[in-house]
C-alpha cells in the first residue's frame, strides 16, 4: 500500500526551519534582556496530564494517522523543546496548518506548550 504524503509536508518543514532561526533569535534576546522573563517554563511533571492528547498519535514509531487521511505523525519524543514548542505555536497562530494539530495546539496555553515541549524534549 502507498501512503499518501502532502505535498505540502515538505514546504511546511522549510517554513518551520525558517521559523525556527527566527524564534531562536527572538529567544536569546529576550533571554538576554530580562534572565527572569515571562516566557513560560516548562514543567515535565504537569506535563504527565496533557500528553494524553498526544500519545494516541506521537510516540509509537512508525505510526500513521488514519483521519482525515492517511499522515505520517512525526517523531517528537526527543526533539529539542524550542523546535516543539515553535511547531505547537505555528499551527496554534496558523502559520503552519494541519487538520488535527491546528485543534490540537489551538487549546494549549502557552503554559501548556512549554509543559509538553519539555516532555517530549526529555523522553528518549
Ligand atoms: C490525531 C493525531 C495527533 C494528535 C492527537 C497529536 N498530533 Fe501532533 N502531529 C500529528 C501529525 C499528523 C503531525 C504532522 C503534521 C504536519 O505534517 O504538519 C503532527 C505534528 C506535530 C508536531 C510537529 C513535529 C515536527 O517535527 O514537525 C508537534 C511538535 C506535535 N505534533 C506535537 C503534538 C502534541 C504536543 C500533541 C498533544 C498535545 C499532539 N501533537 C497531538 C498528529 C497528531
Known sequence: MKLRIPPMRAFSALAL????AIAGQVHAQAAGAAPAGNAPVGNVQN?????????????IPGYKASFPEIYHVPMIAGQNAKYIEAA??????????????????????DQDIADLAAYYANLK
Open 47 to 59: 506535563a504527565r496530564d496533557k500528553v494524553s492528547m498526544c500519545i494516541g498519535c506521537h510516540g
Open 17 to 20: 526551519a525558517a521559523s525556527c
Open 88 to 109: 505547537l505555536n505555528e499551527y496554534k497562530k496558523g502559520a503552519r496548518s494541519h487538520p488535527t494539530m491546528d485543534a490540537i495546539a489551538g487549546s494549549l496555553s
